[in-house]
């Protein structure tokens, strides 16, 4: 009796470990599950690419091909407004207006140096790989036209115009900014005595489509800063947007399963659809270099230090944890597409406050491209050498602000940055014309320094919350009182 009572329990006590190691694989499998899918799709995606590339496909085959990854980009564009809105107006009015204010001047102060330290970066970098070769001006194409582009003042101006939409409705599909039109000026000719018509050019402010999502997030932020100074009479509309943030992330729940898909079919697309690789490779292939070597030495030293510093915690663990984030961001070349993606991740997966990520990411999605001021730095420069000019100190530094400032008022789309460039080299008299050369290789250079601005929001997140811990703390207290 007692021996079978023994072997029960021996039975009984070996039985839980074996589940339990087993648990644990699936455990780990499940939990990474969607990681490793996305890595195969990424990898099924490049070798579709270059291996159709020989066969050379018709233009009708490489929409067919593209066109899950298109399906995709239109799944996460439609989530990205009432997302922002949701979160943000929830967020916000979870919190006291006071630690909103502080939470917002951390948000500010953290993206802009991290954007002056990614465009002293590129300076660096490009000044000392030096990837510029006079010799690329051979194949140079003359731009004609007299018609005068934005400058940087322009664009910040531009920029405050659009945090200030005059029109919410209007700003879900179009945003303000300006443009030059040639005109002719009627001017009294004393000598002659007669009217002479004189050809000048006028700034007008126009709306192009894409959604102001910085106007979006502004109202939102003031909305729900205001909101959650009401009250109790409040509580309903608060837990209304609480609501639709919940119903959206259910919704991203199931798309970010359609993410191998996506991202294979959005790569294998890319990849057939560049006329010949090799050439540019082989032409602009220093540069390329320049800009991932920045871009990796700022996510792998730069970054993991900046989270040992304030965290003091193993950086890689947190950078680790936003692998499938990155990934969605490096084949959709926006920071607002992965948005969706991104949230899930610091939530579910990171565990960052929830308060903190639907305040900082929205906001961070728009005004934060660490990647864009690095990339106009080095293509600054870049210019610079090709076109045999030599930049002292002083025109070095201007680089760094200009790049700073423009990358502030640049759009989260995919190649906003090369619009940014332009701006830059008429701020340092460098010629413009040889722009389209970065053409051919943006869509490449573009997915890496999107990586940049998505980990630099996750980043600034964690920061804002372990700075803000105290208030969070106090927060909790007055809610639990």
């Known amino acids: 009796m007692s021996s079978d009572n023994t072997d029960a329990k021996v039975e009984c006590t070996e039985q839980p470990g074996e589940n339990k190691e087993l648990t644990g694989t699936r455990k780990w499998i499940s939990e990474?599950?969607?990681?490793?899918?996305?890595?195969?799709?990424?990898?099924?995606?490049?070798?579709?690419?270059?291996?159709?590339?020989?066969?050379?496909?018709?233009?009708?085959?490489?929409?067919?091909?593209?066109?899950?990854?298109?399906?995709?980009?239109?799944?996460?564009?439609?989530?990205?407004?009432?997302?922002?809105?949701?979160?943000l107006i929830a967020g916000s009015a979870s919190l006291n207006a006071r630690l909103n204010g502080r939470i917002a001047l951390r948000t500010i102060v953290y993206f802009l140096v991290t954007s002056v330290i990614n465009a002293a970066l590129g300076v660096i970098l490009a000044t000392a790989m030096h990837p510029g070769d006079p010799g690329l001006k051979v194949s140079r194409v003359e731009v004609g036209g007299e018609k005068r582009s934005a400058s940087v003042l322009d664009s910040l101006l531009d920029l405050g115009r659009n945090i200030v939409a005059d029109n919410i409705f209007q700003a879900t599909f179009q945003q303000a900014h300006t443009d030059y039109i040639n005109t002719s000026v009627r001017v009294f000719n004393e000598d002659t005595g007669l009217f002479d018509l004189i050809d000048t050019t006028e700034p007008v402010i126009k709306y192009r489509s894409g959604t102001n999502t910085l106007g979006i997030v502004v109202f939102c932020l003031a909305f729900g800063t205001i909101l959650g100074t009401l009250g109790q009479k409040a509580k309903v509309v608060i837990e209304f947007f609480s609501v639709i943030f919940d119903v959206v992330m259910k919704m991203v729940t199931g798309v970010i399963w359609l993410t191998p898909i996506g991202i294979s079919s959005v790569i294998a697309g890319k990849i057939l659809s560049v006329n010949n690789i090799a050439l540019v490779i082989s032409q602009l292939g220093w540069f390329i270099a320049t800009v991932i070597v920045g871009v990796f030495i700022y996510q792998l030293i730069i970054m993991q230090l900046i989270y040992c510093i304030f965290l003091r915690k193993n950086p890689f663990k947190f950078y680790l944890g936003l692998v499938q984030g990155t990934l969605t961001a490096f084949a959709t070349a926006s920071t607002a597409a992965a948005l969706p993606v991104t949230f899930t991740l610091m939530e579910d997966k990171l565990k960052i406050d929830s308060r903190i990520t639907r305040f900082v990411l929205p906001i961070g999605c728009n005004i934060n491209m660490d990647g864009t001021a690095l990339f106009v730095a080095v293509?600054?420069?870049?210019?610079?050498?090709?076109?045999?000019?030599?930049?002292?100190?002083?025109?070095?530094?201007?680089?760094?602000?200009?790049?700073?400032?423009?990358?502030?008022?640049?759009?989260?789309?995919?190649?906003?940055?090369?619009v940014l460039l332009l701006m830059v080299l008429t701020a340092i008299d460098i010629p413009d014309q040889d722009v389209f050369l970065l053409f051919a290789v943006d869509w490449l250079v573009d997915r890496f320094r999107t990586t940049n601005n998505m980990l630099g929001d996750c980043y600034a997140a964690a920061v804002v919350e372990k700075l803000s811990k105290k208030e969070l703390m106090a927060c909790d207290a007055i809610l639990f009182q």
């Open 379 to 418: 293509a600054s420069v870049f210019f610079a050498q090709m076109n045999s000019i030599s930049l002292g100190a002083g025109e070095l530094i201007t680089v760094c602000f200009t790049s700073t400032a423009a990358s502030f008022s640049s759009a989260s789309v995919p190649s906003a940055a090369l």
């Open 32 to 87: 990474n599950l969607l990681l490793l899918l996305t890595l195969l799709g990424v990898a099924f995606g490049v070798a579709i690419g270059f291996g159709l590339r020989p066969q050379h496909p018709s233009k009708s085959s490489i929409i067919l091909l593209s066109y899950p990854g298109e399906l995709f980009m239109r799944i996460l564009k439609l989530i990205i407004l009432p997302l922002i809105i949701s979160s």
